[in-house]
């Protein structure tokens, strides 16, 4: 009678290991998961202490819509990058801008986007700096590494 109860025991166990062995941790979840930001919002929220999105989103995967007011074509700074590479800016019509670094030559199109047109970008979130000019002017910039666009 005392070996039945072991036995379950033991098959109970064995059952709970290779539950626990299915479970993707905390961490690993959060950091495959692409995470959707509004770029106004973050800037609201994180104007005053970009360090706090930071510790956030850093090296994230992000996904934002804008509505571009301008996008132009800034000098790169990816080394190694393959030939074509290229980096941009989004002002958004809100005077946001979001800066895509080290973009493949294959998304090169989204530099012909139209005024007032709405943009859908993803890619890896690197930094949120914020300056400060005479006045009540502010300056928010996001910057994303390797940005898609569709």
Do not use: W
Not at 50 to 72: E, F, G, I, N
Not at 120 to 146: A, H, P, V
């Amino acid at each position: 009678m005392t070996k039945k109860p072991a036995f379950l025991i033991l098959i109970l166990i064995a059952f709970v290991f290779s539950f626990i062995g299915t479970i993707k941790p905390v961490e690993a979840q959060d950091s495959d998961s692409v995470k959707k930001i509004s770029v106004d919002q973050v800037c609201e929220l994180y104007i005053d202490e970009p360090m706090s999105a930071d510790s956030l989103y850093k090296d994230k995967t992000v996904q934002t819509t804008v509505k571009a007011a301008m996008v132009r074509k800034i000098h790169s700074l990816c080394s190694d990058a393959p030939e074509g590479t290229f980096t941009m800016e989004v002002v958004t019509r809100s005077e946001r801008v979001v800066q895509c670094f080290c973009n493949s030559p294959d998304q090169k199109s989204v530099l012909d986007t139209a005024k007032d047109s709405t943009l859908n970008l993803k890619g890896t979130f690197k930094s949120l700096t914020s300056s400060f000019f005479d006045g009540e002017s502010k300056q928010c910039t996001l910057t994303i590494q390797n940005c898609t666009f569709n």
